[in-house]
């Protein structure tokens, strides 16, 4: 069965923590766009490099790296329509560049942008209204929801057998009656949710905010820890460790996004799926 994230399962988003009143100061109007993507940076990047870079933003050892693999449709939350537009066009750029599968524009959106006034108070508000949006999300990606702080980010991550069939990994298998055969699988992402403090939005631009999301909800990247990043990375954005910040997407995170959408085989392990981005992030054959 499949899981869509619907608008009215974040009705709450309307109702609390979301000041329209203030929200125009979230985000800076986009300069004019030619549907094409700059990327900052210092050029191609050593394999190493590119390897020590995927290992501070993903745990590639934690089963596959997943991906959208139905067409994905953005809305953004809690912001003046004059500022929502600039912000999902920027993201439809960058996803469109990477290859990544883009739904019409009047679509249901399977990933949410949320600005809320206190995205803690807004996401405890859900939590204890058993917010469906939370629904069958694993333990990590939970974590992930209700870890306290100006940002909170998940994605509802299934797997799926080469049929398309949702799979158990086995957990639930009769040992005395076990299947005949059993083939590969993949991870997909079903949904995405960021929800973020306007307050830490302030000062950013509609590039710098799009293109943070596109790698918080599409790749499922982590900021590593404060100071540590291997190259630079529009997941700095936020680090008051790390000067300057980066004015958009870099070389290094186009090179993951595109290199993670473009694996021809989905069904390879998470550390065989990095050293094939890391590779091609080396080589600059993802662009």
Request: proline share 7%; charged share 25%.
């Amino acid at each position: 069965m499949r899981t869509r994230l619907r608008l009215t399962s974040l009705i709450l988003f309307s109702a609390f923590g979301v000041s329209l009143a203030h929200a125009q100061e979230a985000a800076k109007p986009a300069p004019a766009q030619d549907g094409s993507i700059v990327v900052t940076g210092q050029g191609l990047k050593p394999i190493k490099r590119a390897q020590r870079y995927i290992r501070q933003v993903l745990d590639v050892d934690d089963g596959q790296l997943s991906r959208f693999i139905e067409p994905v449709c953005p809305e953004v939350i809690g912001l003046p329509d004059r500022f929502k537009a600039p912000i999902e066009n920027r993201f439809r750029i960058v996803a469109g560049a990477a290859s990544v599968r883009l739904a019409p524009e009047t679509c249901k959106s399977n990933l949410m942008i949320v600005f809320a006034d206190n995205a803690d108070a807004l996401i405890e508000t859900m939590r204890t209204r058993r917010n469906p949006v939370f629904a069958n999300l694993d333990e990590g990606a939970l974590q992930d929801a209700f870890k306290a702080g100006p940002i909170h980010a998940w994605r509802l991550v299934v797997t799926r057998d080469e049929a398309g069939n949702m799979t158990n990994s086995g957990t639930d298998t009769d040992p005395d009656n076990p299947p005949v055969m059993e083939g590969d699988t993949q991870a997909i992402t079903i949904n995405a949710v960021v929800v973020m403090d306007r307050k830490v939005a302030l000062g950013k631009s509609v590039r710098q905010l799009a293109d943070y999301v596109v790698m918080r909800t599409l790749v499922g990247a982590r900021p590593p820890a404060k100071g540590s990043i291997a190259a630079p990375s529009i997941l700095s954005l936020f680090d008051p460790a790390v000067t300057p910040v980066p004015g958009e997407i870099t070389d290094m995170d186009i090179g993951l996004l595109a290199g993670l959408y473009k694996l021809r085989n989905p069904y390879e392990q998470g550390g065989d799926q990095a050293w094939r981005i890391s590779r091609g992030m080396a080589s600059g054959k993802q662009r």
